[in-house]
Nanobody
Framework: VQLQASGGGSVQPGDSLRLSCDAS????????IGWFRQAPGNEREFVAA????????NYADSGKGRFTVSRDNAKNTVYLQMNTLKPEDTAVYYC??????????????????WGQGTLVTVSS
């Protein structure tokens, strides 16, 4: 099982980025996929998740109204569209997969596969 996150970069406040998570080695449409992030000095925190079917999503309060998670099961890819980025969104973003549930849960221990992370820097 491999998860490859990409799409990070350095942007200014108010800009947008779309992160991608390419899954291989398993049928991603059987599993919930999530995004977590970790800023320097902070613990990893939940950002968003999407159910195996793609019909149910879950967002942390910090991203509600600004972030949208979606998936294309035909491509085994999950996306995180991030709009109106803020400096506090600066972090390494990880995509994660759960073999235990098809539902988009918030707990880091609900997910058993983690990608390598992609860095997002929001600064003026």
């Amino acid at each position: 099982v491999q998860l490859q996150a990409s799409g990070g970069g350095s942007v200014q406040p108010g800009d947008s980025l779309r992160l991608s998570c390419d899954a291989s080695g398993f049928l991603s449409d059987d599993y919930a996929i999530g995004w977590f992030r970790q800023a320097p000095g902070n613990e990893r925190e939940f950002v968003a998740a999407i159910s195996a079917s793609g019909k149910v999503t879950n967002y942390a309060d910090s991203g509600k109204g600004r972030f949208t998670v979606s998936r294309d099961n035909a491509k085994n890819t999950v996306y995180l569209q991030m709009n109106t980025l803020k400096p506090e969104d600066t972090a390494v973003y990880y995509c994660v997969a759960s073999t235990r549930t098809s539902l988009p849960r918030r707990g880091r221990f609900d997910y058993d596969y983690w990608g390598q992370g992609t860095l997002v820097t929001v600064s003026s």
